[in-house]
C-alpha cells in the first residue's frame, strides 16, 4: 500500500462516504505523523527489534542510535551488560569502587556512559522506530497492525475538528486497537506463538 492510499484511508475514517475537503493533504500528513509517534510511544513489536553493528566508545561513551526507542540488550565483546539508571552510574563513577570488567552502562546526554571505562566495542539490541509512513510508505509494523496507526492519526484531528461526536469513539477504538496489539506481542514473545 502506498502512503497515498494509507492518507486516503485516514480522510475516508474522517469524513466518511462523503469525501470533501476538511483536511488538505499537508494537514492529513500531519494527523499521520503525530499518529506514528504517539503508535512508537508505546507500541513495542518484534518487527521494530534491531541490532546495532559494533560500535566503539570514544571517551567511554557510545552514541546511541537515532531511531533507538527503548534497549533491551547492551553487550561488551561477548558479555551483557546491565542497564541502570543514571543516578546508580553517577554513584558508581564518583566511588572508588573497582571491576575487572565493563560491568554497568546508563544513559547519560551523549549516549551510553560505562562503568568501569570500556574501549570494547559495543552492540545494542533495541526497539527502532521504523521509517515514517510518508517517506517509506507502509512497514511490516503498520502491516501487522494497520487499524492501530489508522485511528490513531484519526483520534489526532480531535483539535482540529472541535466538538465532535466521533472523537470518543475513535480515540476509543485506537485505545482498544493499542491493547490488542501489546497482547499480541506479549503472545508471541511470552507463549512462542
Not at 493533504?25 to 506514528?36: A, P, R, V, Y
Not at 561513551?61 to 561488551?76: E, H, K, N, S
Not at 526497539?127 to 489526532?156: D, H, I, M, Q
Amino acid at each position: 500500500m502506498s502512503y497515498a492510499q494509507i492518507r486516503e484511508k485516514v480522510r475516508l475514517l474522517i469524513e466518511g462516504d462523503d469525501i470533501g475537503n476538511t483536511f488538505n493533504t499537508d494537514t492529513l500528513d500531519l494527523l499521520i505523523s503525530f499518529g506514528e509517534n504517539r503508535v512508537y510511544r508505546n507500541l513495542r513489536a518484534d518487527t521494530m527489534r534491531t541490532i546495532s553493528v559494533p560500535i566503539t566508545p570514544v571517551a567511554n561513551i557510545v552514541a546511541l542510535p537515532a531511531d533507538l526507542l527503548q534497549l533491551t540488550r547492551v553487550i561488551v565483546g561477548t558479555r551483557d551488560v546491565e542497564i541502570i539508571d543514571e543516578w546508580r552510574m553517577q554513584a558508581l563513577l564518583d566511588s572508588s569502587a573497582t571491576a575487572q570488567d565493563t560491568l554497568f552502562c546508563a544513559h547519560n546526554p551523549d549516549g551510553l556512559i560505562f562503568f568501569p571505562e570500556n574501549t570494547a566495542d559495543v552492540t545494542l539490541h533495541y526497539y527502532a522506530k521504523p521509517a515514517s509512513l510518508a517517506s517509506a510508505g507502509e512497514s511490516t509494523t503498520y502491516n501487522r497492525y494497520p487499524e492501530v496507526f489508522l485511528f490513531a492519526a484519526v483520534a489526532e484531528s480531535a483539535p482540529f475538528l472541535g466538538e465532535d461526536a466521533r472523537i470518543q469513539i475513535w480515540e476509543g477504538k485506537f485505545q482498544q486497537y493499542m491493547a490488542d496489539a501489546d497482547q499480541n506481542e506479549r503472545w508471541r514473545v511470552n507463549s512462542g506463538s
